[in-house]
């Protein structure tokens, strides 16, 4: 879904459900590399006559606030503000959005990450080292961020025959 507001269009995703306050969260969790947590991110509507309008605090981002359009619904308006939030940061999450494409692409395609230094095509398992590095590459092109110790884990199982990586 892709969204235009004063002149500036911002994609949501394909998914027919994407929306602005999905793709806030999206943009908060890739940006602070956590998931986020209850009071991370704050929406408080207040009425006006007939209308509705939300803000939005991002108490994961530093407390940035962002005010919404008046809307004719408490939930319309909470996508309004969240909107306005994904406005303010447009380049980075298009940037973000682009690291995510291109992870996708490569991942549709597994030999890619299969190659040794040759460029030699080599069944994963023999041991090549460029294979944890290519895990690494792919991790950060999804995270849209350098990858940490964390975010790749290995399990190691001791086997009769050696040791093997979960």
């Known amino acids: ?7 500036r269009s911002i994609s949501y995703g394909p998914e027919i459900n994407a929306n602005a306050k999905t793709e806030l969260v999206a943009f908060c969790q890739r940006k602070t590399a956590k998931s986020m947590a209850q009071g991370d991110i704050v929406y408080k509507v207040e009425r006006f006559e007939e209308n509705f309008q939300a803000t939005v605090r991002l108490n994961c981002l530093g407390g940035d606030e962002f005010a919404g359009e008046l809307c ?9 503000a969240a909107h306005q939030a994904l406005l303010a940061h447009a380049d980075e999450l298009a940037e973000q959005q682009a690291q995510k494409r291109k992870a996708i ?3 549709r395609d597994p030999t890619k990450f299969a190659r040794g230094e040759d460029g030699q095509a080599f069944a994963i398992g023999e041991g090549d080292p460029t294979v944890k590095s290519k895990l690494h590459s792919a991790v950060t092109q999804l995270l849209g961020r350098e990858a940490t110790q964390h975010d790749i884990v290995y399990d190691c199982v001791a086997l009769e025959g050696g040791t093997v990586a979960k």
């Open 1 to 7: 879904a892709v969204f235009n507001h004063g002149g």
């Open 105 to 107: 692409e490569a991942a």
């Open 72 to 80: 004719a619904t408490e939930r319309q308006a909470e996508h309004a």
